[in-house]
């Protein structure tokens, strides 16, 4: 293993440029300069330029992308892109104070962003004939606009740190702009690092790569968090660091109050799987395991905290005492409750063809219940998408009644919450608040509890749960039950 370190910066972080330069880029280096290498900067796009290029990842607002695959005769994708365009001028305008060095990097962006334009033109001119079919290039379409967002925000990042920093930083293009060669993500990461010396340079390398089986397709919008990992893995990195924009925390600050939620300091692996599962990402799971598996360390860090420790995420830790670690939760969720009477003794078979009918969907599923002649499964998709699974499931099951109902999800998550009556105390302190539990669930290895609530119940939820199990322990970043 290396001396280096992999830094992954997230979009919020990002869209603050004084705070990325003074609290990770120069963060106690500005005395020795040398100590500004060493490491690899894997940047998101800024904040909300995503949203716009795909679609906003909460509230489902079109964006280019869906705005083409809607295939109408308004061309508003077109629109959606002259938008987008001044957009990012808006932000390169408020980071480059030189008038040269603005042009440039509006010339990037903007050759790119024609570039973009012009195949969606024209693809849509072709898919007018009845030969050839929109839906068949829908996720390169996706893959070749992602890539623009993270090439603007790691060209532009590179070139500030250059011109007015004097640092060596270097812009790593993994986005295949105009590349023929249609390379695995690890080849790719490979043959962009072969001749890098990080002794002497600063690599800003874009957190979009493209990749043979497109990246976008596989990770949907955790991409950038798996070329992060490969990163770290292929150049064997000594610690992979994650800079958002708040900290890895006992609770949302915003719902138990900044002075009750502290950093959790310590976990795992595996609670950053249980956080996943719940959307509220410390690191997408399938790009934990390259780190978990080579052993590298995961820290979390707050950008505009800089000098606090962060949270370090390794495979073997469990706490000294067992205790919540954290309350997550996620609200959007919907009961998808299927009844048949004849399915008690038919429960495998029934199984499997639901969940092949939510992965045809690409439906997330959160959690599932299951008794004699029952199936509910929770999903974290819009109910444009529900409904398109319950029609499915109705036509294979046409006996079978499906109910489906709008719920939340809020979890006990603790690296060995091994502790007796800690289920019976936290449906005390929900009932205590009037909440009503429609569903819980708890494994055998004691890592997580769930409760499925009504939504309206949510942020009373996380508060209930937050107080009764962490805030009436004297708890300072390891948060463990007396």
Request: proline residues 2%; glycine residues 6%.
């Amino acid at each position: 293993m290396k001396e280096h370190t992999v830094e992954k910066i997230g979009g919020t972080s990002m869209s603050d440029y004084a705070a990325v330069r003074d609290n990770i880029v120069l963060k106690n280096r500005k005395a020795a300069m040398e100590g500004v290498y060493q490491r690899i900067f894997v940047v998101s796009a800024y904040g909300g330029i995503t949203d716009l290029l795909l679609e906003h990842k909460k509230s489902g607002r079109p964006g280019i992308f869906a705005l083409f695959a809607d295939a109408n005769e308004d061309r508003s994708w077109s629109e959606a892109i002259e938008g987008l365009r001044d957009r990012m001028k808006e932000i390169n305008a408020s980071l480059f104070k030189d008038p040269e060095l603005l042009a440039k990097a509006n010339d990037f962006i903007g050759e790119r962003l024609e570039d973009a334009e012009r195949c969606l033109g024209d693809l849509e001119r072709v898919c007018q004939h009845g030969h050839f079919a929109l839906e068949g290039h829908l996720n390169t379409v996706s893959e070749m606009l992602a890539s623009l967002g993270e090439a603007h925000s790691a060209w532009n990042t590179a070139a500030l740190l250059r011109e007015e920093e004097g640092i060596n930083a270097r812009f790593v293009d993994l986005t295949g702009w105009q590349d023929s060669d249609h390379l695995t993500l690890d080849e790719r990461i490979q043959r962009a690092f072969k001749d890098i010396d990080m002794s002497r340079e600063l690599p800003i390398v874009t957190g979009y790569a493209h990749t043979a089986e497109g990246l976008m397709n596989t990770f949907a919008r955790g991409y950038s968090e798996m070329t992060f990992s490969r990163i770290a893995v292929i150049t064997e990195a000594r610690e992979a660091i994650i800079h958002k924009e708040y900290h890895l925390s006992s609770a949302d600050p915003r719902l138990v109050g900044e002075e009750q939620a502290v950093p959790i300091g310590r976990t795992n692996y595996d609670v950053a799987d249980q956080l996943a599962n719940l959307g509220m990402e410390a690191i997408h799971p399938r790009a934990a395991k390259g780190l978990r598996q080579q052993e590298i360390p995961l820290r979390v860090m707050n950008t505009f905290e800089p000098e606090h420790r962060g949270t370090l995420v390794t495979g073997d830790y469990v706490s000294e005492t067992p205790c919540v670690e954290i309350i997550a939760g996620r609200k959007n969720i919907y009961a998808v409750e299927c009844f048949d009477q004849d399915m008690m003794g038919l429960m495998t078979s029934y199984d499997r063809s639901i969940n092949d009918i939510i992965a045809r969907f690409k439906g997330s599923v959160v959690t599932k219940d299951i008794n004699a002649n029952t199936i509910t499964h929770f999903i974290a998709n819009n109910l444009k998408t529900v409904k398109r699974i319950r029609s499915a499931i109705c036509e294979k099951y046409p006996d079978c009644d499906i109910q489906v109902r709008k719920v939340a999800v809020v979890s006990a998550i603790g690296s060995d919450m091994k502790v007796p009556g800690m289920l019976s105390r936290a449906v005390a302190a929900l009932a205590r608040s009037g909440i009503s539990v429609l569903a819980v669930h708890q494994s055998m290895r004691q890592v997580d509890m769930q409760f499925i609530i009504n939504e309206t119940d949510y942020e009373e939820a996380v508060k209930s749960l937050h107080h009764a199990l962490v805030e009436v322990y004297d708890h300072g970043e390891a948060i463990c039950a007396a």
